[in-house]
Each structure stands twice: as structure tokens, then as C-alpha cells.
């Protein structure tokens, strides 16, 4: 089974958006990496989901996007297709993960992930 692992939220200003989670709920927010500030909303006694916010781009301004972790990235995005969804960014590499982008069936925006 897939699990969801993450989340990103994606602002036209992440700068903003990182400073009010961080001063409203205490989430910690690290700097930037690729654009991309990782966030921990957890610790060892009251675990959370981990993401990140970063700038949303053209076709994703803003909005908050699950990641879902699948150990064949071709092929969760294979069935994906044949079930309906559409690929907004086809298989990213990264040094530790792929990356892909869909929008659901009914117009959720998702991400799958699968660690190296």
C-alpha cells in the first residue's frame, strides 16, 4: 500500500506563507533548498507530516499538493494515466528520490515520490 509521506504547499510567496506557519503553529521551517523550504511539524513525542513550501510555479501557483510514496514510480504513473489522471511533470530525478506531478481524476493536484 502507498503511503502519503509529505506535503507542499505552493505560494506565489513562500517567504510569507513559511513565516505564518511558523509563528501561528510552530512549525519549524529550515531554509531553502532548490526553492524549496523544508518543514517539520512534528517531533519525538508528537510525531506530524513533514513537507515543504515553495514558490508555485505557472501551472501550480498555489495550493497545497500530498506526496505519495510508491516503490515504481513508472509504474504508479502508468496506472495513474490509465485510470484517468494527467501528468502535469513527468519523472523528476533527484540525489535520493523521483519526483512526478498528476492532477487526480477529479482535479486534485498530487505527487508521487520514490526513494532511490
Given at each position: 500500500?502507498?503511503?502519503v509521506v509529505?506535503?507542499?504547499?505552493?505560494?506565489?510567496?513562500?517567504?510569507?506563507?513559511?513565516?505564518?506557519?511558523?509563528?501561528?503553529?510552530?512549525?519549524?521551517?529550515?531554509?531553502?533548498?532548490?526553492?524549496?523550504?523544508?518543514?517539520?511539524?512534528?517531533?519525538?513525542?508528537?510525531?506530524?507530516?513533514?513537507?515543504?513550501?515553495?514558490?508555485?510555479?505557472?501551472?501550480?501557483?498555489?495550493?497545497?499538493?500530498?506526496?505519495?510514496?510508491?516503490?515504481?514510480?513508472?509504474?504508479?504513473?502508468?496506472?495513474?494515466?490509465?485510470?484517468?489522471?494527467?501528468?502535469?511533470?513527468?519523472?523528476?530525478?533527484?540525489?535520493?528520490?523521483?519526483?512526478?506531478?498528476?492532477?487526480?481524476?477529479?482535479?486534485?493536484?498530487?505527487?508521487?515520490?520514490?526513494?532511490?
Amino acid at each position: 500500500m502507498s503511503r502519503v509521506v509529505l506535503f507542499e504547499m505552493n505560494s506565489q510567496d513562500p517567504e510569507r506563507a513559511a513565516n505564518f506557519y511558523s509563528s501561528v503553529f510552530g512549525w519549524k521551517i529550515a531554509e531553502p533548498n532548490w526553492g524549496y523550504h523544508p518543514v517539520t511539524t512534528g517531533n519525538d513525542d508528537k510525531s506530524g507530516i513533514n513537507g515543504g513550501i515553495s514558490k508555485g510555479p505557472s501551472d501550480f501557483p498555489h495550493g497545497i499538493r500530498i506526496q505519495i510514496e510508491v516503490d515504481n514510480i513508472d509504474e504508479a504513473l502508468t496506472k495513474s494515466v490509465e485510470s484517468g489522471a494527467q501528468v502535469v511533470r513527468g519523472k523528476m530525478e533527484f540525489d535520493d528520490f523521483y519526483l512526478a506531478y498528476l492532477v487526480d481524476p477529479v482535479g486534485n493536484g498530487i505527487g508521487l515520490i520514490q526513494n532511490k
